[in-house]
């Protein structure tokens, strides 16, 4: 039986329509997900939605709509995404579900029974944006002196009854773990803020609100509703069965593999989650991974600068695979980036279109042309050949090495690599001029090509699977023979070459970008 594989995304607040940060880390947390089952591995992605809290219920209050209703409509945006993101889950939690509930009520349960919650009063300052409670010390200065949060959100002093979970009493165990396992979490950067952040001392948590009622009953407690973070964390169980501890999706993808969320909410993944889990009595996910922002020409996006791109625009205007390819390129994940326009069309056509695109369509346009689209695999390969071929493998292992870690950037820096190698190898051989001087050279030049093509385009499916997939029904390679494993089959081409397959008149598939009118002016 294959391995198991288990990531989540974080559990998006659908309190208005997806911006580009979503889109980033969903498309992420897909090409890890594909990556991952082209190693033959059993994958699940889980992905949804966080909708309760005294924000969503203010905001749909505030459309004039009903709170659920509401929570539907917007949560069906971000399931709309997914699919022209070709972003493909396994599950979509939404918070409001059945499922959900039993699976928040057990963990609460469980928590209980561990002793780990009592009746106070809380007293302190809680910013509904972030939905989240802060100590004095950590708050900031507005312009006009007001507090704020350490994003920059506006707090408000709140004082009622409330459940509390000790937290105070993980602390030391928070950090003998991350010292044991410093790849959980992730990048460094992320992991030291976390260090600090809990060598600073740890108060008890408040876990229920009284105060509005739009969430998760706590049980036996009337009036309280559980804490949103309480509840949106323990999606990434219910995702997979929880509370049936011994069912088979549980017990087979449970502690999770990788928590793929955005750097401002590492410390509820990395402080607040393993606690409620070892309260629970469960094992940890393996590992906590905070990437970085996305920015609008260098500036963080917000409504009030009018700078909110919409994915689904961005996708419409470039194309999916293009979009996808841009955002995993241009930003070295785990790190803030920044992009525009002109970015994703530079980016895009010179490496896309000029490059691999261009390789693949002058490969196979001589190969219908000049050999009638027919293949042959009775010739031998010349020094230069095998040279090429060598060095596609040896990037695309080094591609597959960084994609192990997450660095997309990278990886990808190798597969351009590969796809320089055979540029070069074109200009140099120049198969155009051997169809005079050398025709039975041409033709081992030309399947080198196309054997190369063909590895290069299994390579980067995870990341543009829509066009590698019309690449390679272009070259006859079958839907189950496009993985990792495939790459390591030397047989296949004389195997593709014995099914009487010929290459017909290629299509392009990479188109090359135009800029927006609105961006050259």
């Known amino acids: 039986m294959a391995d198991p594989y288990y990531i989540t995304t974080a559990i998006a607040y659908p309190n208005g329509k997806p911006h580009i940060g979503h889109a980033y880390e969903a498309i992420a947390a897909d090409a890890i997900a594909r990556f991952h089952?082209?190693?033959?591995?059993?994958?699940?992605?889980?992905?949804?939605?966080?909708?309760?809290?005294?924000?969503?219920?203010?905001?749909?209050?505030?459309?004039?709509?009903?709170?659920l209703e509401f929570a539907t409509e917007m949560s069906n945006h971000f399931r709309e995404m997914c699919a022209r993101l070709n972003v493909q889950y396994d599950d979509f939690c939404r918070t409001t579900e059945e499922r959900h509930k039993l699976a928040s009520i057990a963990l609460w349960q469980a928590m209980a029974a561990s002793d780990d919650l009592y009746l106070d009063r809380y007293e302190g300052w809680y910013s509904v944006r972030d939905e989240a409670f802060y100590d004095e010390k950590e708050l900031i200065a507005g312009e006009g002196g007001e507090k704020l949060s350490p994003q920059g959100t506006p707090v408000e002093w709140t004082v009622e009854e409330s459940w509390f979970f000790r937290l105070s009493k993980y602390q030391d165990?928070?950090?003998?773990?991350?010292?044991?396992?410093?790849?959980?979490?992730?990048?460094?950067?992320?992991?030291?803020?976390v260090i600090q952040f809990v060598k600073g001392g740890l108060k008890d948590l408040s876990v229920s609100r009284t105060s509005f009622d739009w969430g998760v009953p706590v049980p036996g407690s009337p009036g309280h509703v559980m804490y949103v973070w309480v509840d949106a964390l323990c999606t990434y169980l219910t995702g997979i069965g929880f509370p049936d501890r011994e069912g088979a999706e549980f017990s087979r993808f449970w502690p999770a593999d990788l928590h793929l969320i955005g750097k401002d909410i590492v410390r509820f993944h990395a402080v607040y989650w393993p606690a409620f889990l070892w309260s629970a009595g469960l094992p940890l996910p393996k590992q906590v991974f905070g990437h970085g922002f996305l920015l609008a020409r260098g500036e963080k996006m917000s409504k009030s600068l009018g700078n909110v791109v919409d994915p689904i625009e961005l996708a419409d205007r470039f194309g999916v695979d293009a979009l996808r390819y841009f955002l995993l390129r241009e930003v070295s994940f785990g790190q803030d980036g920044s992009y525009s326009a002109e970015a994703i069309v530079t980016r895009?056509?010179?490496?896309?279109?000029?490059?691999?695109?261009?390789?693949?369509?002058?490969?196979l346009s001589m190969i219908f042309k000049n050999l009638d689209g027919k293949l042959r695999s009775d010739l031998e390969s010349g020094e230069a050949d095998t040279s090429l071929e060598a060095s596609v493998r040896s990037n695309i292992d080094a591609?597959?090495?960084?994609?192990?870690?997450?660095?997309?950037?990278?990886?990808?820096?190798?597969?351009?690599?590969?796809?320089?190698?055979?540029?070069?190898?074109?200009?140099?051989?120049?198969?155009?001029?051997?169809?005079?001087?050398?025709?039975?050279?041409?033709?081992?030049?030309l399947m080198t090509l196309f054997r190369c093509v063909r590895d290069l385009a299994i390579a980067v499916h995870c990341i543009v699977p829509e066009s590698a997939d019309r690449l390679l029904d272009q070259l006859g390679i079958g839907a189950d023979t496009r993985d990792f494993a495939a790459l390591a089959d030397r047989d296949w081409f004389g195997d593709l070459v014995a099914s009487g397959f010929t290459v017909a008149q290629p299509i392009g598939i990479f188109p090359r970008l135009e800029l927006p009118v609105e961006a050259e002016a």
């Open 37 to 67: 089952r082209m190693q033959g591995m059993d994958v699940r992605l889980v992905t949804g939605t966080d909708e309760h809290g005294l924000k969503m219920a203010q905001t749909a209050r505030a459309a004039g709509k009903d709170t």
């Open 173 to 193: 165990r928070l950090l003998a773990y991350y010292e044991q396992h410093p790849e959980f979490i992730q990048p460094d950067s992320r992991r030291n803020e």
């Open 348 to 363: 895009c056509n010179a490496e896309l279109a000029n490059s691999f695109g261009n390789l693949a369509q002058r490969s």
């Open 399 to 445: 591609m597959q090495a960084s994609f192990g870690k997450l660095s997309f950037s990278e990886g990808l820096d190798s597969w351009m690599s590969a796809v320089f190698a055979c540029n070069q190898y074109v200009d140099d051989q120049a198969p155009w001029a051997l169809r005079k001087s050398d025709p039975e050279r041409m033709v081992a030049v």
